[in-house]
């Protein structure tokens, strides 16, 4: 028996070494494109490792394009994002969860039915929204169409009806509303929650492309994403500094999921997304 559960065991292993070998190697190739010459990438025998140090391929990019202002034009819109679009969602969820209201189910299944419909589809309707506001060329232009995610209200909902009703029938006797039974209750349970769903929305914001290409014409404006395009050429491109930019842009993504990535497995089980 003890054979059987050391085979096993290696073989599990075996799996997750190369399952993880897999995922990293993406990124160690990144990283060797980042530090080689155009001439090494290239060459027949190219290895798989740096053969030189190229650094200029980090320092030129920067000093030709403005990237800090668009990485902080990318951290602005991701931030203000994550801080609006996790707090109606977990609002949201908390209401079609444990709140009663009428057509409560027909609504959210109305909500959740938006999850099948292109982004694209609607596109058009949401950029001439954002002219007759007059927000094309501002931030919040790219956030407000974004707040409510679908997606998140779901997860929140499935998180939040499994949260014991006890405890939030024994807050109401003790006196607690609506709202004080949220914030005191519901809202330290539910960092897991929390966590995946800080997670999703920096990432899905930090990298959106398609929107913001629409919404912000003037270069100033640019985010990230919008601004490795520049690295871009038609007749070739400059694949160690566009993989460097690259490489940089993924650090606050890594950072986010560094601090929050304790809850996050947590958080994807009891939401119910395996």
């Given at each position: 028996m003890r054979a059987h559960e050391r085979w096993v065991t290696g073989w599990r292993l075996t799996a997750a070494v190369l399952l993880a070998v897999v995922v990293v190697f993406p990124l160690y190739w990144m990283l060797v494109t980042a530090l080689s010459s155009p001439g090494a990438l290239t060459r027949p025998d190219a290895a798989f490792w740096p053969t030189e140090l190229r650094w200029q391929n980090f320092t030129q990019p920067l000093q030709r394009f403005p990237f800090a202002r668009w990485a902080l034009n990318s951290a602005t819109i991701a931030v203000i994002s994550v801080a609006l679009t996790v707090t109606i969602n977990l609002a949201a969820g908390y209401a079609f969860a444990k709140l009663d209201f009428p057509l409560k189910n027909a609504l959210f299944l109305a909500i959740v039915g938006t999850l099948m419909?292109?982004?694209?589809?609607?596109?058009?309707?949401?950029?001439?929204?954002?002219?007759?506001?007059?927000?094309?060329?501002?931030?919040?232009?790219?956030?407000?169409?974004?707040?409510?995610?679908?997606?998140?209200?779901?997860?929140?909902?499935q998180f939040m009806d499994a949260l014991p009703d006890e405890l939030l029938e024994a807050a109401r006797v003790d006196g607690a509303g609506a709202l004080?039974?949220?914030?005191?209750?519901?809202?330290?349970?539910?960092?897991?929650?929390?966590?995946?769903?800080?997670?999703?929305?920096?990432?899905?914001?930090?990298?959106?492309?398609?929107?913001p290409l629409i919404v912000l014409p003037?270069?100033?404006?640019?985010?990230?994403?919008?601004?490795?395009?520049?690295?871009?050429?038609?007749?070739?491109?400059?694949?160690?500094?566009?993989m460097a930019v690259s490489l940089l842009s993924i650090l606050p993504m890594l950072l986010v999921f560094a601090v929050f990535q304790r809850y996050f497995v947590e958080g994807v089980a009891r939401s119910g997304l395996k």
């Open positions: 419909i292109p982004v694209q589809v609607i596109m058009v309707a949401q950029f001439q929204l954002v002219i007759d506001l007059g927000l094309v060329n501002t931030p919040t232009g790219v956030v407000l169409p974004r707040l409510a995610e679908a997606f998140g209200l779901f997860m929140a909902r004080r039974t949220f914030v005191s209750i519901v809202l330290p349970l539910s960092k897991p929650l929390v966590a995946v769903l800080v997670i999703f929305t920096f990432m899905w914001r930090w990298n959106e492309f398609i929107w003037d270069p100033d404006a640019f985010t990230l994403p919008l601004g490795l395009r520049f690295l871009q050429q038609q007749f070739g491109n400059d694949y160690g500094s566009l």
